[in-house]
């Protein structure tokens, strides 16, 4: 362990080295806010899922509408409001203290003055406030999320009614509260001050304790990898003052040469580099087991935390590309209630009285006779919201993987039995084709078109080659 003298104004490393760090420790808000700022893992371990699961945009569908300018107006609003950028650190937040909230306000700008936060927003005037969402921490928060510890009550590990945000206290339907993981009964977390959800460092503090001494052990080995061993013969005991210069001269010839230098040296002196490959091959395995144990901990795919490139190719690396597709889709769940508030939110927004009179003027066969807030709830009932590699393409693609190679695992068993045959070979040719563009799957862009015929006229025993059109 590096002294004190080395490393004291490092907080980090105090707090991670104390005495104190053994396995099943139970980390507070300081040393979780310091793992997220300082440790080389922190940001990757709470920030990286949520990008992940945030790492492609929704498919929006309005189905009761005649045309897509609803869906539109909605995703214009969600990005102006910057809802992405809230719900990821909202998750991130939720990832590194166990609890992270979600308030929401707005300012009357006839007035000028904020509307009451222990009071309830009216939806339909939303479009006449300026809105405004805000991520806090658990410190922020502290003393209004402990939960409800009576197993009898109906708020039973629950949060409350209502939070208290700087001494302000927000009304039920002004925040969400988002958990990492489910409270336990009377298992206090000091990351989030009360019995709530726990920090994604809970349990891999030690492991994350041992990553940092393989970050100074890779230093040392790169401090040590340009050292140069010379084996140079001992000037006996009666050298003079002349001999024993031209060996320091020598050394320090050695030292400043570089390439396109030459040195020379004796028939019996030797100079080589400092072997390092055993101690390198041991820090690479001991780095990829504390990696795995952080990750087994932090209750995520050891893949993403190694950030590796999963196999390519089909049927290679299917089985992690599985692994990781559930723990993003796992992730969405989790997000689940942000991203209903964040909707709720926008609908009211870009479905405004205004939109909905163009949309009246553009259909009035369909909504002529109907109210506006008829109109918005048609289209907030039949509002969907899908993640591309979630919908059924992705089920689809695996069907027509097999489907295109049990074709081709068909034609090169086939091939040798007809290589030297032009017409075997045009017939099989053909299988392949009209298999291939009769799979009901628009996978390529275009169908195959092979001349068939020009393989026919080639003579037997000459090899197979189509002229080009």
Same mark, same amino acid.
């Given at each position: %362990?590096?002294?004190?003298?080395?490393?004291?104004?490092?907080?980090?490393?105090?707090?991670?080295?104390?005495?104190?760090?053994?396995?099943?420790?139970?980390?507070?808000?300081?040393?979780?806010?310091?793992?997220?700022?300082?440790?080389?893992?922190?940001?990757?371990?709470?920030?990286?899922?949520?990008?992940?699961?945030?790492?492609?945009?929704?498919?929006? &569908?309005?189905?009761?509408?005649?045309?897509?300018?609803?869906?539109?107006?909605?995703?214009?609003?969600?990005?102006?409001?910057?809802?992405?950028?809230?719900?990821?650190?909202?998750?991130?937040?939720? &990832?590194?203290?166990?609890?992270?909230?979600?308030?929401?306000?707005?300012?009357?700008?006839?007035?000028?003055?904020?509307?009451?936060?222990?009071?309830?927003?009216?939806?339909?005037?939303?479009?006449?406030?300026?809105?405004?969402?805000?991520?806090?921490?658990?410190?922020?928060?502290?003393?209004?999320?402990?939960?409800?510890?009576?197993?009898?009550?109906?708020?039973?590990?629950?949060?409350?009614?209502?939070?208290?945000?700087?001494?302000?206290?927000?009304?039920?339907?002004?925040?969400?509260?988002?958990?990492?993981?489910?409270?336990?009964?009377?298992?206090?977390?000091?990351?989030?001050?009360?019995?709530?959800?726990?920090?994604?460092?809970?349990?891999?503090?030690?492991?994350? &304790?041992?990553?940092?001494?393989?970050?100074?052990?890779?230093?040392?080995?790169?401090?040590?990898?340009?050292?140069?061993?010379?084996?140079?013969?001992?000037?006996?005991?009666?050298?003079?003052?002349? %001999?024993?210069?031209?060996?320091?001269?020598?050394?320090?010839?050695?030292?400043?040469?570089?390439?396109?230098?030459?040195?020379?040296?004796?028939?019996?002196?030797?100079?080589?580099?400092?072997?390092?490959?055993?101690?390198?091959?041991?820090?690479?395995?001991?780095?990829?087991?504390?990696?795995?144990?952080?990750?087994?901990?932090?209750?995520?795919?050891?893949?993403?935390?190694?950030?590796?490139?999963?196999?390519?190719?089909?049927?290679?690396?299917?089985?992690?590309?599985?692994?990781?597709?559930?723990?993003?889709?796992?992730?969405?769940?989790?997000?689940?209630?942000?991203?209903?508030?964040?909707?709720?939110?926008?609908?009211?927004?870009?479905?405004?009285?205004?939109?909905?009179?163009?949309?009246?003027?553009?259909?009035?066969?369909?909504?002529?006779?109907?109210?506006?807030?008829?109109?918005?709830?048609?289209? &907030?009932?039949?509002?969907?919201?899908?993640?591309?590699?979630?919908?059924?393409?992705?089920?689809?693609?695996?069907?027509?993987?097999?489907?295109?190679?049990?074709?081709?695992?068909?034609?090169?068993?086939?091939?040798?039995?007809?290589?030297?045959?032009?017409?075997?070979?045009?017939?099989?040719?053909?299988?392949?084709?009209?298999?291939?563009?009769?799979?009901?799957?628009?996978?390529?862009?275009?169908?195959?078109?092979?001349?068939?015929?020009?393989?026919?006229?080639?003579?037997?025993?000459?090899?197979?080659?189509?002229?080009?059109?």
């Amino acid at each position: %362990m590096a002294s004190d003298g080395d490393y004291g104004r490092n907080a980090l490393w105090k707090a991670m080295m104390g005495e104190d760090i053994l396995p099943g420790h139970a980390p507070g808000y300081e040393l979780c806010k310091l793992i997220y700022t300082s440790h080389p893992l922190g940001a990757k371990i709470a920030g990286m899922p949520v990008d992940m699961a945030l790492g492609e945009a929704r498919e929006i &569908r309005v189905d009761a509408a005649p045309d897509d300018e609803p869906a539109r107006e909605f995703l214009r609003h969600w990005e102006y409001n910057g809802c992405d950028e809230v719900i990821a650190q909202l998750g991130t937040k939720a &990832r590194v203290y166990g609890l992270a909230v979600l308030i929401f306000g707005a300012v009357d700008p006839a007035t000028g003055e904020p509307v009451p936060t222990d009071q309830t927003l009216p939806l339909e005037r939303l479009h006449q406030l300026d809105i405004y969402f805000n991520v806090v921490d658990p410190l922020n928060a502290a003393g209004s999320l402990v939960m409800e510890q009576n197993p009898n009550s109906p708020d039973f590990l629950k949060p409350p009614p209502a939070v208290t945000v700087g001494g302000r206290t927000y009304c039920k339907g002004r925040f969400v509260v988002l958990q990492n993981e489910g409270p336990e009964y009377l298992d206090y977390e000091g990351s989030t001050y009360g019995y709530s959800g726990r920090s994604s460092f809970r349990r891999c503090i030690y492991p994350l &304790r041992s990553y940092l001494e393989t970050q100074v052990a890779n230093n040392q080995v790169a401090h040590k990898a340009g050292v140069l061993i010379a084996k140079v013969r001992q000037a006996s005991s009666t050298a003079n003052r002349m %001999m024993q210069v031209f060996s320091t001269l020598k050394a320090e010839k050695l030292r400043i040469s570089g390439n396109e230098n030459v040195i020379t040296i004796d028939k019996d002196e030797d100079i080589s580099s400092l072997n390092l490959m055993n101690v390198d091959g041991s820090l690479s395995g001991v780095r990829q087991s504390i990696i795995e144990d952080i990750a087994a901990a932090a209750t995520m795919p050891a893949q993403i935390l190694k950030s590796q490139t999963l196999a390519q190719g089909f049927g290679e690396g299917t089985e992690d590309a599985k692994q990781i597709a559930s723990y993003i889709a796992g992730r969405r769940r989790w997000l689940r209630s942000a991203y209903g508030f964040c909707d709720t939110v926008t609908m009211r927004r870009a479905w405004d009285p205004g939109f909905i009179r163009a949309m009246r003027q553009k259909h009035p066969e369909e909504y002529a006779g109907k109210s506006d807030e008829t109109i918005f709830r048609e289209w &907030r009932d039949s509002f969907t919201a899908r993640w591309p590699s979630e919908t059924e393409d992705a089920e689809a693609f695996e069907t027509t993987e097999k489907k295109y190679r049990i074709i081709l695992d068909t034609a090169r068993l086939l091939y040798p039995m007809v290589q030297n045959s032009p017409d075997g070979m045009a017939s099989l040719l053909e299988f392949v084709q009209t298999n291939i563009n009769n799979t009901g799957d628009s996978l390529f862009v275009g169908e195959l078109d092979i001349d068939t015929d020009s393989v026919r006229a080639v003579p037997p025993g000459d090899p197979v080659s189509i002229p080009p059109q």
